[in-house]
């Protein structure tokens, strides 16, 4: 099974960060899983592909909306996925989530398990 538990969204203004986090557990999520990613969605709009993160290379690939902005990564130790955002800007509002697939970490793919996702919200 795979359980995850995002952390830290928050309020900020224009051009602050922040830093989410993605607890996972599950003997599934320690033994199998080999992709996850950061996913986000605004109200009214569908849900966009943020970040992806392969974890047996480290290999990640990132939206054109927030290169050079964010940066995924991984903690094999903590079982913690993160999301470092800085630059913040309205548009970046949204609800972010984590997902995990056990393989094919490529852009775009479905992803098998979700957690509940953290609110983002950015102020102007």
């Known amino acids: 099974q795979v359980q995850l538990v995002e952390s830290g969204g928050g309020s900020v203004q224009a051009g602050g960060s922040l830093r989410l986090s993605c607890a996972g557990s599950g003997y599934t999520y320690i033994h199998i899983v080999n992709c996850l990613g950061w996913f986000r969605q605004a109200p009214g709009k569908e849900r966009e592909e943020v970040a992806i993160i392969t974890r047996s290379t480290g290999t990640t690939v990132y939206a054109d909306s927030v290169k050079g902005r964010f940066t995924i990564s991984l903690d094999n130790v903590k079982n913690t996925l993160y999301l470092q955002m800085n630059s913040l800007a309205p548009e970046d509002t949204a609800m972010y989530s984590c997902?995990?697939?056990?393989?094919?970490?490529?852009?775009?793919?479905?992803?098998?398990?979700w957690g509940q996702g953290t609110q983002v919200t950015v102020s102007s």
């Open positions: 997902a995990a697939k056990r393989s094919g970490c490529y852009w775009g793919n479905e992803f098998d398990y």
